[in-house]
């Protein structure tokens, strides 16, 4: 039967033998690196926002988690709406209200609008992330996805490491709206690029959409990223936080045993049962924790403790993203060579001892080191991340590449929001602590002193996630796709 199916998805899908790959892909980089860039460039402007918005360090965290929480939310269904609507309509669509949330958002009068501009800007990147994995899955063979996705992941991680160093140079010389003002001519650029050159590559099968799987997702995920959000502010003691996380934790249950009964699941659980795939998404979790707390508190930690410029910060982190960029490439044609094992576990070690030379930094720590140490966990970032996706995404059959794609960005944003939410709540506790032990709390040499301490805590607990995912890692291996599954012919092999 699920042979039969299969054949009878590429006997119906849109041709694909004579796609022209290059356009299209040029397409889905441009939206990724506005979508992208935008995202880093907000991180290194906290501290100027803090004092232009008058407001409070855990109030200004929102314009990040909330985008995490709408994408969060909104990855789930698109697998089911990219059977409903073309990848043309689904990546103009979502560049489209990527560049309405930049617009709101570079005329907001206050923190409220802006916010309002981040969540729809959100929606856009929720909707454009799993398209663009899907669409790389869809034009190329699994012998040449690991160089599609290096370039891909080129991209993906230059805008991180041109974002904050860009972002303090606006600030030092411009107001914080020209962190927007900038991103609203490339998201127009993206937008008539796709309308150009953007082609249709899934298959419209226009399948019932289940209403009360939609509503459970968006309790499920949205309750465990909101309640992991507020546990920096309130405390792990406080209702509103345990409650929200437990709602969650039920919702998202009650939405897998769902999906396992449905004719036509938003997200197909069915991809669990391909071991590679399922070993994969457990690794890239918790890389995601200790990726985003560590970028997170690298700018908290230099525009803190180390009192340095925002400006001065992104430089420092810059070194490190090129690093990251230009290895990915490499990355992706390793893994066509070699397979996941030669880069993933290797690079998980390269992880995993960054973040212990990280646990060491102090108020005197030299501006070489961190950008030595940043290096290093960017180096071994590479060789993780899109290798292991790929190897994870290669075993499914072509009928659940959206539902493989949407899981996996799902729980990358789950993972990041609950992963900084969990370190900052570290690291002000251990503040906390730190303060209320000191003979002169009200000292703001003290404040700094236990910033530091609390950031100890944080990459202490990051390390230990860190050899988590080294021991996951361990079992990695190369994929192919089902049987049955006969490459696309035509394709260029």
């Known amino acids: 039967m699920e042979a039969a199916s299969q054949a009878a998805i590429h006997a119906e899908g849109p041709d694909l033998s004579t796609i022209k790959r290059a356009p299209i892909v040029i397409a889905l980089i441009i939206g990724a690196f506005v979508a992208i860039l935008n995202e880093t460039l907000l991180g290194n402007a906290f501290p100027d926002l803090i004092t232009a918005l008058k407001v409070t360090p855990s109030t200004i965290q929102w314009l990040s988690t909330a985008y995490m929480l709408v994408v ?22 979502a560049m489209t209200l990527f560049l309405i949330g930049t617009i709101i958002a570079a005329l907001a009068p206050g ?44 991209v993906i991680m230059v805008a991180p490491a041109i974002g904050p ?42 399948p019932k959409v289940d209403i009360l799987s939609i509503i459970l997702s968006t309790i499920g995920f949205g309750g465990v990223v909101y309640g992991f959000s507020k546990s920096g502010d309130l405390g792990w003691s406080d209702p509103q936080v345990y409650s929200m996380v437990a709602v969650g934790i039920l919702g998202i249950l009650i939405f897998v045993v769902r999906q396992l009964t449905l004719k036509s699941p938003v997200m197909d659980m069915r991809a669990f049962k391909f071991p590679m795939f399922a070993l994969v998404t457990v690794l890239m979790l918790v890389m995601m924790m200790t990726l985003f707390s560590t970028l997170t508190l690298l700018p908290l930690y230099l525009q803190g403790p180390l009192m340095l410029t925002a400006f001065t910060s992104g430089l420092i982190m810059l070194p490190g993203g090129i690093v990251n960029g230009m290895m990915a490439p490499v990355a992706g044609v390793l893994f066509d060579k070699f397979g996941p094992r030669v880069l993933v576990i290797p690079g998980l070690a390269i992880v995993v001892l960054a973040v212990y030379m990280f646990t060491g930094v102090d108020m005197e720590t030299t501006k070489g080191y961190l950008i030595m140490v940043h290096i290093i966990l960017m180096i071994g970032i590479s060789l993780v991340m899109m290798p292991a996706q790929t190897t994870a995404l ?4 072509r009928s659940l590449y959206p539902h493989g794609t949407a899981i996996m960005n799902t729980l990358q944003q789950v993972a990041g929001a609950i992963g900084v939410a969990l370190f900052i709540s570290i690291m002000s506790n251990g503040t906390k602590d730190y303060l209320a032990k000191s003979s002169n709390p009200a000292d703001p040499l003290e404040s700094l002193r236990g910033m530091v301490e609390g950031l100890h805590n944080a990459f202490w607990v990051g390390l230990c996630i860190g050899v988590l995912a080294l021991v996951i890692g361990l079992f990695i291996r190369r994929t192919s796709p089902p049987e049955g599954e006969e490459p696309r012919q035509g394709m260029g092999h």
């Open 394 to 397: 290669n075993q499914l059959p």
């Open 165 to 206: 160093t860009v972002s303090g140079l606006i600030l030092d010389q411009l107001e914080w709206r020209w962190l927007f003002y900038l991103i609203i001519p490339l998201a127009a650029f993206s937008i008539i690029f796709a309308s150009i050159y953007m082609k249709n590559v899934s298959k419209i099968t226009k």
């Open 111 to 154: 923190f409220e609008m802006l916010l309002v501009g981040r969540v729809v800007q959100a929606l856009g990147t929720g909707l454009m992330l799993p398209v663009m994995m899907n669409t790389i899955l869809a034009i190329f063979p699994p012998e040449k996805r690991g160089g599609a996705m290096g370039l891909i992941g080129l």
């Open 72 to 93: 969060g939310v909104l990855v789930p269904i698109t697998a089911i709406l990219q059977e409903w609507f073309t990848t043309r309509q689904m990546f103009i669509g």
